[in-house]
């Protein structure tokens, strides 16, 4: 911390100078201008402010923390000031004596990072914080602070503790540490703030300080600016409970399912840590827990036990899950307006320009020019997001970028994927490079977006886009040639994929080729959209009907549950079907691909088109084919209810879930059902 801050940065007679937290702010700035280490000082007051809006950085112990990540910033650096009558900062014991202003670079390198977090622990010691309030002059402060000199013991040492803000009430349980005693209770704990810089290093210490106090064993997740460690997953299963202590979401969440859990602010766990770890033992004690949740896309991509397969499809998965949004809101509108304007709408002037408010065709013409923008954002949507699965954030440039290049050179859907992969492998080969620490700030915002977009831009535009651009256009136009036995055994095959895991990956690989077809639309491929959404549709459709017409083979929640897959079916949503495949997937998945597969080949044989990707039932008037269409899900329908009532019937039921209420029908579903 040397070269953060020097005498210079140090007024131990601020309140001379400043009564009010803006002013103090102001104050100290100014010696970081005077220094060089800050460039334009009213764009930087301007982000200190903007963060302190985001939450006060007035912390218990009568200490003020104002900081932020600014591009007027040249270098990490820390100013100090000491204030006799106090500044209020927000801090709920009253205003702040010791003011730390902290200013770090928009692209601050993790050393730096991670010095700063080690400042932010020291303000959670007595002893330091007393030893800067008796500090004599601006270089014994600085020296204090840059570690140069160790903090004297102060005199009441507890009362600075308290002061500080570490763990004031706590109790220290003489019997979790005693020999012979019975294991210790286990917490893990993760904090984190928007900056990342200073609270989430605070609130950790503070946690461990009022945990030493309690005889808690705890071990914190840290997921600060200068990066984090994940906890050991064997860590995570022997706590006890989960204590977060964030103003931003927990990074793999998941992970702390099933535990009891105190969910709060970052400041809470800095001012009141021993209450945290109290009530964490109290919801133990009650056996309260969190129901597991799903990642997100992104969440769920980077587990390093994973084999390259399964890292793959998580990729993948990553694009696809975000690009669908996209798809859906676009194209709906594109179809509403088709359905409104005609099919020469697409021929409409712009909007911008030729608007007639009372005029129909203008607002079908305005829904589709919309409906096309967002539609546009497929292909980069897609790779931008595989390559954030694989590299995290620094693959968004390259991987938007690359997908871009794939839309000008016509490489569609396949070329979007082949971007986002290529992005996120230069990426992280990137990453893997030593680089200077003089040039580690500049990393993340300047050199890695440069390099990655130059080079994936050279291999889309030069070496792989066009073989991807030829092989697209053969996709596009077997597609339109399809007819006959070769249509019906495609839409067999969508069938079969849409149908196999009711939303899961095989179900997306096959939507995705649907929705693939679509940034280039021929009759070919909008045969294959109308196929995939049908076959959709069939799983939840085939539960309803066939919890009505032989509830008894059903529990009474599966009935329930039937009673929502009519809507969920007729929506496009598959994923209707779940609760009846997670409870009985050896008869629900098989009957659901016979019925898919079914659907699948008629909506082919009889030439059904869609053009919007979602909808269901609800975009049946923009179906080719309508009645047809209806036909060729009834159908799927029918034979899926079928094939699920025999498969059931052959076996005696025993009802998961008996109640003194519907006894009769309990006897009656251990019964085999007649068909």
Known sequence: MTDMITADLVDLELDLSAETKEAAARSLAERMVALGRVTDLEGFLADVAAR???????????????????????????????????????????????????????????????????????????????????????????????????????????????????????????????????????????????????????????????????????????????????????????????VFAHDVPVRDKPRFAGKPTVDVGVKAGINRPAELIAEAREKAARGETTAPTGPTPVEGTGDESDGYGTKLRKWLMSGVSYMVPFVAAGGLLIALGFAIGGWKIDKAPSVAEHFIWTDHTSWAALLFQVGGLAFAFLVPVLAGYIAYGMADRPGLVPGFVGGSVAVTINAGFLGGLAAGLIAGAVVMGIQRVRIPAVLRGIMPVVVIPLISSAIVGFLMFLVVGKPIASLQSALTDWLEGLSGANAIILGVILGLMMCFDLGGPLNKVAYAFAIGGLTHPTDGSLKVMAAAMAAGMVPPLAMALATTVRGRLFTRTERENGKAAWFLGASFITEGAIPFAAADPLRVIPASMAGGAVTGALSMAFGCTLRAPHGGVFVVPLIGQPLLYLVAIAAGVCVSTVVVVLLKGARKQVPSEPEAADAAESVAEKVPAAV
């Not at 820390?78 to 200013?103: C, N």
Request: glycine share 12%; proline share 7%; hydrophobic share 40%.
């Open 52 to 242: 302190e809006a985001q939450m006060p950085t007035g912390l218990d112990g009568g200490i003020g923390i104002p900081h932020c990540r600014s591009a007027h910033v040249t270098e990490p650096t820390l100013a100090f000031g000491r204030s006799e009558r106090g500044i209020d900062f927000g801090a709920p014991d009253g205003p702040a004596d010791l003011i730390f202003l902290i200013a770090a670079p928009a692209g601050a390198d993790d050393a730096h990072l991670t010095i700063l977090s080690s400042l932010a622990r020291q303000l959670m010691d007595g002893e330091f914080t007393g030893a800067l309030r008796g500090a004599a002059d601006a270089e014994s402060a600085a020296a204090l602070i840059r570690g140069d000199e160790p903090a004297p013991a102060v005199a009441g040492g507890s009362a600075g503790a308290e002061r500080a803000g570490t763990a004031p009430g706590a109790e220290h349980d003489d019997d979790d540490t005693s020999p012979g005693a019975a294991e210790p209770f286990r917490i893990v704990a993760v904090t984190s703030c928007p900056t990342g810089i200073a609270h989430t290093y605070m609130a950790a210490e503070s946690l461990e300080n009022a945990a030493r106090e309690a005889g808690v064993e705890l071990t914190v997740e840290t997921q600060g600016s200068a990066g984090f460690t994940r906890l050991d997953p064997a860590v995570i299963a022997a706590a006890d409970a989960v």
